[in-house]
């Protein structure tokens, strides 16, 4: 699978800068509804069987961990941070404005990338946000933060990056995770810092408001 020969032109066609409802200082190229652009993804790659645009839209537990940064910068200012499959790369963003050191955010979807450095772009800081297409899944990124939100929807990966976070955790890495209560998020290994209610879009989420929590890995 190659990305669009130009990926920017295409996101940009495809997507609005607006603010993130629940992270208003930040703004994100974001789409206005999901099928369309799924498809619109699919015929621009020529692939079928891609996984959802989610680069595009400002997922709950991302904007609840953006807030939770944001309100809280001393957990990341002057530190490592990795944005663990990071979209739209909000919560780098959120991050990067908290006076983080470096951050890597992380992405396996190939308009992802480049959605990271325009969204970097558009909030002044893309001088401090590294996008790399890479599964970090099992390695060591030598972060002191590590940021994950809105993974556990999926039983298999959900189980992988519970052993890996875990791991990191356990390796001395401060770990938070924005999620609003998906499937297989793994209560038992967290510990719940806030909880917010996030406006959300309905073809997303359906609902318009979702509780949305920030947990700390524990054990």
Sequence with gaps: ?????????????????????????????????ATELWQKTEDELEAIGLPPPFWAFAWAG?????????????????????????GSGLVAIAAARSG???????????????AIGLNAAANGVAGQIEAVSRDLIGTDPGSAVVLAADIFYERDLAARVTDWLSGLHAGGAT??????????????????????????????????IKRSSVWRFSA
């Design 1 to 33: 699978m190659t990305p669009s020969a130009d990926p920017l032109a295409f996101i940009r066609a495809n997507t609005r800068l607006r603010p993130v409802p629940h992270a208003p200082e930040i703004v994100l190229h974001v789409a206005d509804e």
């Design 62 to 86: 991302g904007q609840a961990l953006a807030r939770y940064i944001l309100d809280n910068p001393g957990l990341v200012a002057g530190r490592r941070v990795l944005d663990f499959a990071s």
């Design 100 to 114: 983080a050191d470096h951050v890597t955010a992380s992405d396996l979807d190939p308009f992802a990338i480049p």
């Design 175 to 208: 770990v938070l995770v924005g999620d609003p209560g998906r499937s297989y998020l793994p209560r038992d290994r967290l510990t719940e810092l806030a909880t917010y209610t996030v406006p959300v879009s309905r073809s997303l989420e359906d609902a318009e």
